[in-house]
């Protein structure tokens, strides 16, 4: 891969960051840089704006509203303690009150519009297809799915190799984006520019996931309940009869994607409390550990005021009896 000239600080570039559209510095410019992570715009899928997005500083004034000590002159982002916990904890509850918009549409409907924007800004920012882990993965799971597809059982799924591909390329991208926003909000990225080995690193794990996820057989797999369809998917056996529609509904996808971010988060001993010791299963046999709630809560409020415009727009087209409040 052919360098591209690399400033000699972060200021410089966020500098020339400003002159691009929004914070686009990705893999098809020959470069081992991706884009400003602490740059909260990268989140907008709205390449072609320049302006601030009027909703997305609403939403960081309203979050530093929790803070004890609010700071609106620095990116948003959380510390690993108590107060963060409690914050969460307020924010889950208090945000279905305050920030009604997200809240009044149908969760089928919000789900859907959180997985497109998400799809949307890793094919436009990112570009998964063209790093090397993306397609180990991809052409690994081909494999697997062509094998389980000869040997399924006779009452199999409507689901077909091409759907089911389809299922973790999507997801992929999606879970993968989630994962930098998440590592964004405590600023523990490896660097301030998201670089592509940092990328590929963050496949290879994700890798690992899915090959456990079609196996089906490691005991901190088993014990989480929303795996189980997800192993039926990609092993083309029979399920309930809504199977196909969670292989291929973005509501479903988005679904997994979150749920393959709290399994990211705690299998890399990345949950909101760290412990120094290597990252293992909660002491109960009945529930494995798990992120705070709150978490997914924030990153999609996140997602949702940072495109508040396109969302709601691409809500009131699909249906024009909805009639959202823009201002």
Not at 92 to 102: A, T
Not at 204 to 211: I, R
Not at 247 to 263: E, G, V
Request: net charge positive; with cysteine; charged share 25%.
């Amino acid at each position: 891969m052919n360098a591209y000239p690399k400033p000699q600080t972060a200021d410089i570039v966020n500098k020339e960051i400003e002159n691009l559209d929004v914070v686009k510095l990705n893999n098809d410019q020959k470069t081992d840089e991706v884009f400003n992570v602490y740059n909260w715009d990268f989140i907008r899928a709205d390449v072609g704006g320049r302006t601030p997005d009027k909703h997305q500083a609403e939403l960081f004034q309203f979050l530093n509203g929790y803070k004890d000590e609010p700071d609106l002159e620095h990116p948003f982002f959380l510390e690993r303690d108590q107060k963060t916990s409690k914050f969460l904890s307020k924010f889950f509850v208090d945000s279905r009150r305050d920030l009604k918009v997200l809240e009044v549409i149908k969760p089928d409907c919000r789900q859907r519009q959180l997985f497109k924007t998400c799809l949307k800004i890793s094919n436009s920012k990112i570009n998964l297809d063209g790093y090397s882990a993306f397609k180990v993965l991809i052409g690994g799971m081909k494999d697997r799915l062509e094998a389980n597809y000869k040997n399924r059982g006779d009452l199999a799924t409507r689901i077909n190799i091409k759907t089911a591909l389809k299922y973790v390329m999507n997801v992929t991208k999606v879970t993968h984006l989630l994962i930098i926003i998440y590592l964004s909000l405590f600023k523990e990225h490896e660097s301030e520019i998201l670089k592509v080995q940092q990328v590929e690193n963050t496949l290879m794990s994700l890798t690992q996931m899915w090959w456990d996820l079609e196996e089906g057989i490691k005991p901190e797999i088993l014990k989480l309940g929303w795996t189980e369809d997800v192993t039926k998917i990609l092993n083309f056996q029979e399920g309930k009869s809504w199977l196909y529609y969670k292989a291929t509904s973005t509501a479903a996808l988005y679904s997994i994607a979150s749920n393959l971010l709290d399994y990211w988060v705690v299998q890399t001993g990345k949950p909101l409390f760290r412990s120094t010791s290597k990252p293992r299963l909660a002491k109960s046999t009945k529930r494995p550990a798990k992120n705070h709630q709150g978490i997914i809560a924030l990153i999609n409020k996140i997602i949702f005021y940072s495109n508040y415009q396109m969302i709601l727009g691409d809500i009131k087209n699909s249906d024009p009896g909805l009639k959202p409040d823009f201002n």
